[in-house]
T-cell receptor, first 112, second 119 residues
Framework: KQEVTQIPAALSVPEGENLVLNCSFTDSAIYNLQWFRQDPGKGLTSLLLIQSSQREQTSGRLNASLDKSSGRSTLYIAASQPGDSATYLCAVVRGGTYKYIFGTGTRLKVLA | GAVVSQHPSRVICKSGTSVKIECRSLDFQATTMFWYRQFPKQSLMLMATSNEGSKATYEQGVEKDKFLINHASLTLSTLTVTSAHPEDSSFYIC???????????????FGPGTRLTVL
């Protein structure tokens, strides 16, 4: 059974810091991995999608990497801003299905 | 880009009543949709897979008679919470699979969620 874990569970940093969020999964047979952002009481905003054949994806200040063999992904946020405060979720999709298995989430707070 | 909507965004109901939540894909046809629920400060848990024209497939531990799913058309899936109880209060999110989207990879789009509160 696929399990997705995110570390740390919560993180509070001063504005301007570069930070790394970690995601690990137990079954490497994934189709893709996706990072989402969720603001309190809101739905999901897709940040980056990494297909299984890819190693990383970049969008603006965000960079996500994927190492299937070790079952890990990291989300790097450069020059963090208070507007980055949210919960970040990683999710994996198993090959042959469209089902997302979500991680436990990291609650990020960027202090002004 | 593809958009998935949910209606209502918030609903409050009395215990024992039934509540229907709609999930629509606005600019694409989705043969497959998914329903997730999220308890406060927890992650999303997959409840069921909704397939157009066939019965939904439920994840282990999800009561199919309590959470009725109907995928009547290629753009609409509904989740009905029957005989709702306070413990059913949660955030329900749907997603829809867009076939053969940009890049050749199927892409899944998430709705904005529905907050259900059962009194």
């Amino acid at each position: 059974k696929q399990e997705v874990t995110q570390i740390p569970a919560a993180l509070s940093v001063p504005e301007g810091e570069n930070l790394v969020l970690n995601c690990s999964f137990t079954d490497s047979a994934i189709y893709n991995l996706q990072w989402f952002r969720q603001d309190p009481g809101k739905g999901l905003t897709s940040l980056l999608l990494i297909q299984s054949s890819q190693r990383e994806q970049t969008s603006g200040r965000l960079n996500a990497s994927l190492d299937k063999s070790s079952g890990r992904s990291t989300l790097y946020i450069a020059a963090s801003q208070p507007g980055d405060s949210a919960t970040y979720l990683c999710a994996v999709v198993r090959g042959g299905t469209y089902k997302y298995i979500f991680g436990t989430g990291t609650r990020l707070k960027v202090l002004a | 880009g593809a958009v998935v909507s949910q209606h209502p965004s918030r609903v409050i109901c009395k215990s024992g009543t039934s509540v229907k939540i709609e999930c629509r894909s606005l600019d694409f046809q989705a043969t497959t949709m998914f329903w997730y629920r999220q308890f406060p400060k927890q992650s999303l848990m997959l409840m069921a897979t909704s397939n157009e024209g066939s019965k939904a497939t439920y994840e282990q531990g999800v009561e199919k008679d309590k959470f009725l799913i109907n995928h009547a058309s290629l753009t609409l899936s509904t989740l009905t919470v029957t005989s709702a109880h306070p413990e059913d209060s949660s955030f329900y999110i749907c997603s829809a699979v867009s076939p053969h989207s940009r890049g050749g990879a199927d892409t899944q789009y998430f709705g904005p969620g529905t907050r259900l509160t059962v009194l």
